[in-house]
Nanobody
Framework: QVQLVESGGGLVQPGGSLRLSCVAS????????VAWYRQIPGKKRDWVAI????????YADSVKGRFTISRDRLASNTIYLQMNDLKPEDTGVYYC???????????????????WGQGTQVTVSS
């Protein structure tokens, strides 16, 4: 059974940094395109970063230049999201998953291949 476990969230001041981790059991991420998603209370979950099987990355405009998605080359079941220069609008619960595909502009299509984990809460506040 596949399980996704996100961690690394917390409370941080504006301008601060966090590194999120997502560990999968039952699969290896090296066989999937993987994305990070964010859900803000009252809004639908939306993608923020994607890394393809060929290691092409793309980011939502709101996080471009501040967030970096990467794979752990040693632990093939782990991906990361380095978040720098955090802003209050980055607050939310962050999840990882494998999107069913992506458009030619490397935006994930709707629908995911795996069940959702519990997510990790990120709160950016002074």
């Amino acid at each position: 059974q596949v399980q996704l476990v996100e961690s690394g969230g917390g409370l941080v001041q504006p301008g601060g940094s966090l590194r999120l981790s997502c560990v999968a059991s039952g699969i290896t991420f090296s066989s999937y395109t993987v994305a990070w998603y964010r859900q803000i209370p009252g809004k639908k979950r939306d993608w923020v970063a994607i890394i393809t099987l060929g290691d092409t990355t793309n980011y939502a405009d709101s996080v471009k230049g501040r967030f970096t998605i990467s794979r752990d080359r040693l632990a093939s079941n782990t991906i990361y999201l380095q978040m720098n220069d955090l802003k209050p609008e980055d607050t939310g619960v962050y999840y990882c998953n494998a999107p069913r595909g992506y458009r030619t502009d490397f935006v994930p299509v709707v629908g995911e291949l795996l069940g959702w984990g519990q997510g990790t809460q990120v709160t950016v506040s002074s």
